[in-house]
């Protein structure tokens, strides 16, 4: 019998969260790592055994940890992130060089063919693959010298390299998403980049239409259709139909279009969720009302949905990485909120329940669909 | 017999319930302390110095003797009550943050 697994890290900790394939009762674990800042955990697609984790704190720093028997036993790997050759600088938030100095791992995404193989997006942008099972890891750096990397500039939260796509049909070509820089292709696995933001505009920098500069918070693709990929931007929801190249808007009528998640249903590659969030200086649901929107003509028309979800004083946000989709049929869809509560809906998105209420802030959630 | 107070977190982490307790010779500098130490528990590097700039992460903080030795140089040797086992060297994480 299937069932799902979700990993779920947070501001004091990460917790797993176990349910058989109808989704109905839910075990919690944890807290692992406690105290610990739990940027993000995520397991291989070809081993679920084997989990990686990025812990961290302000005092000690980095450390990755990593499960091989599916979140039972931990282990801490190499934690030595080391910029290729003399890093440089970027921008800092008044426009002055800024040397790049390496501050946590925001985000971790396993090989989609090798359990040995992850890739680390990391603050100040960068991005790391460790081929040993995160014991060394090598910076990928012709992304920060590819050429726009000194007019890079921090988001509010950090200049990080938050988001990894692997191309499924193409070994070769990974996207990330860099805040406030934009997103970069690469075709050579990793070798050479560049930007791919034709089409964004952003009133809130100097060239809205600029190459880099772009506050990218999520993008998100169907393994399907690598082609095309949805993105989140500070403000503004955008497709992409040519792997980047061009994008163009589909907030249509959604309430807000500033938040930070998007999704893709694991079975419909037009369907797509994102959490709208009242405005960059508001960071809660408008009218206090938490609700997923989620559109199934691939952008444009957004229905919200609101069953079972809180309809009044809700003021809670729903960061980059805490929402998710197991692979069940039908769809599961989770998400994670800074007031604690994980939320689950087994009908994709038509109705939702609370996992747990409590937990410290929510920062990543993951789903894992086990045989 | 060098003894070691680690904070809470990085005793969790390396998984020590109590002090830590070294081997180093006659002399002995806080560089070679934390050499020591990494060495011993190597889940332990990274989380006091930094590994590229071997500097003293910003909110750790060294203890001996009724002293403040975090901005001693790291090849001063230790005091000789600590060499002698007799006080504890403590790492201290900074009370900041909440």
Same mark, same amino acid.
């Given at each position: ?112 063919? =090798? #359990? ?8 100040? $942008?960068?991005? *790391? +693959?460790?081929? %040993? /099972? !995160?014991?060394? @890891? ?31 049909? =193409? #070994? ?8 406030? $820089?934009?997103? *970069? +292709?690469?075709? %050579? /696995? !990793?070798?050479? @980049? ?36 949805f993105?989140?931007?500070?403000w ?8 980047g ?18 999704e ?58 805490a929402?998710?989709v ?35 802030a ?6 894992q669909?086990?045989? | ?8 977190h ?11 307790t ?9 560089r ?67």
């Amino acid at each position: 019998m299937s069932s799902v697994r979700l990993l779920v890290g947070t501001r004091k900790g990460a917790f797993t969260l176990t349910s058989e394939g109808n989704r109905k009762k839910w075990e919690v674990n944890g807290p692992l790592f406690g105290g610990w800042e739990i940027y993000h955990l995520k397991g291989s697609p070809v081993d679920p055994n084997r989990i990686y984790a990025s812990q961290s704190s302000g005092w000690f720093g980095q450390m990755i940890q990593r499960s091989d028997d599916g979140g039972r036993t931990w282990k801490a790997v190499g934690n030595k992130f080391a910029y290729d050759g003399v890093p440089g600088t970027h921008q800092w938030y008044d426009g002055t060089p800024h040397p790049w100095e390496f501050k946590r791992v925001w985000h971790l995404e396993p090989s989609l063919t =090798d #359990p040995e193989t992850v890739y680390a997006g990391v603050e100040d $942008a960068a991005l *790391f +693959r460790s081929s %040993d /099972g !995160g014991l060394s @890891w090598t910076e990928l750096s012709g992304l920060r010298s590819h050429g726009s990397g000194p007019r890079w500039q921090p988001g509010a939260g950090g200049m990080c390299l938050h988001t990894i796509l692997l191309d499924p049909g =193409d #070994p070769q070509r990974i996207f990330v998403a860099i805040s406030a $820089a934009g997103v *970069f +292709r690469t075709d %050579d /696995g !990793g070798r050479t @980049w560049r930007p791919i933001n034709r089409g964004l505009r952003s009133e809130y920098i100097p060239d809205p239409t600029a190459e880099v500069g772009h506050c990218v918070h999520r993008i998100a693709m169907h393994r399907s259709r690598p082609q095309v990929l949805f993105m989140q931007k500070h403000w503004d929801v955008m497709r992409s139909d040519d792997a980047g190249e061009n994008w163009r808007e589909i907030s249509g009528n959604l309430p807000s279009d500033f938040g930070f998640p998007i999704e893709v249903h694991a079975h419909e590659p037009e369907t797509v969720y994102v959490v709208p969030i009242k405005s960059d200086a508001e960071h809660y649901p408008p009218e206090g009302k938490l609700r997923v929107y989620r559109s199934r003509a691939g952008g444009n028309e957004w229905e919200a949905l609101a069953k079972g979800l809180p309809q009044r004083d809700c003021y809670v946000n729903v960061l980059r990485d805490a929402m998710t989709v197991d692979s069940l049929d039908s769809c599961g869809v989770y998400f994670g909120t800074t007031g604690g509560q994980v939320y689950a809906s087994a009908d994709a998105g038509d109705s939702w329940s609370a996992i747990v209420h409590d937990l410290p802030a929510v920062v990543s959630v993951e789903a894992q669909t086990l045989p | 017999m060098i003894r070691v107070v680690l904070p809470v977190h990085l005793r969790v982490l390396a998984g020590v319930p109590g002090e830590l307790t070294l081997e180093l010779g006659p002399g002995a500098t806080l560089r070679a302390l934390l050499d020591a130490i990494e060495a011993s528990y190597p889940m332990l590097r990274g989380t006091i110095r930094d590994q590229v700039t071997q500097r003293r992460r910003d909110l750790v903080r060294f203890f001996a003797c009724a002293r403040d030795l975090s901005n001693e140089p790291p090849d001063h040797p230790l005091p000789d009550l600590v060499l002698a086992g007799t006080e504890p060297f403590f790492i201290v994480g900074a009370i900041a943050g909440g």
